[in-house]
């Protein structure tokens, strides 16, 4: 099984509570024993449960790729020790835009970041990942984390983004977009699902169209 739909605790929006990647998965301490294992059996990573800022938004505050798990400088010392604990490799950001889930789209290749974040948080952010970063927009949006998932491979984008956009993404993180939506019609796609390369998991209010949609975008279906 490489596909499921859950709620955390009556919340569709699962992407807003969990981050994860090809070798962990993180999500708040209140999500249940049982949606922690149908996360680890599609995922096939272990999960972990964290806080960060005293609240279980990981997905909202948490981005990053292979180099660095970015942080918020709202994060609590308590929750950076867990972090420590868990042996993950993180770089606290100095920003007002907290919300580095929705802020920064990135992977081992690129990175595009809210055009509006301080010059100074970009740098850190780059070095951080060693990668290029660009600013840009998806669907005339800023919060452009809020509007693409991807794997290593494919992702899924707004379903408004215009081609322009679409090609800018693709160029910079060098992968292949379908658009779409989850949720029954969210464009807010990365607050809906938790992907990786092993499978996907998002909100129960997914259709059925939508996860076959999803299913072809992050390229474990083929066309």
Do not use: W
Request: net charge negative; glycine share 8%.
């Amino acid at each position: 099984m490489h596909v499921d739909r859950l709620d955390f605790n009556g919340n569709i929006n699962i992407g807003l509570n969990g981050y994860c990647n090809n070798e962990y998965c993180l999500v708040g301490k209140d999500i249940s024993e049982n949606n922690i294992e149908i996360l680890e059996k599609v995922l096939k990573v272990p999960v972990h449960q964290i806080s960060i800022a005293g609240t279980s938004l990981i997905g909202v505050f948490l981005v990053g790729n292979k180099n660095k798990l970015l942080v918020p400088n709202i994060v609590f010392d308590s929750e950076l020790k867990a972090l420590d604990e868990l042996k993950i490799n993180y770089e606290v950001i100095d920003t007002k835009y907290t919300a580095l889930g929705n802020n920064v789209l990135c992977n081992d290749e690129g990175a595009i970041v809210n055009s509006e974040m301080e010059e100074k948080a970009i740098k850190q952010i780059e070095k951080a990942l060693k990668v290029n970063i660009i600013t840009g927009e998806i669907a005339g949006l800023e919060i452009v984390g809020a509007l693409c998932s991807h794997n290593s491979n494919k992702g899924l984008i707004h379903r408004d983004a215009l081609d322009k956009e679409i090609e800018l993404v693709e160029k910079t993180l060098k992968l292949e977009l379908d658009i779409g939506t989850l949720n029954f019609g969210s464009p807010y796609i990365n607050s809906a699902i938790l992907v990786n390369d092993n499978g996907f998991v998002c909100g129960t209010a997914t259709t059925g169209p939508e996860m076959q949609n999803a299913d072809y975008a992050f390229g474990f279906l083929k066309k």
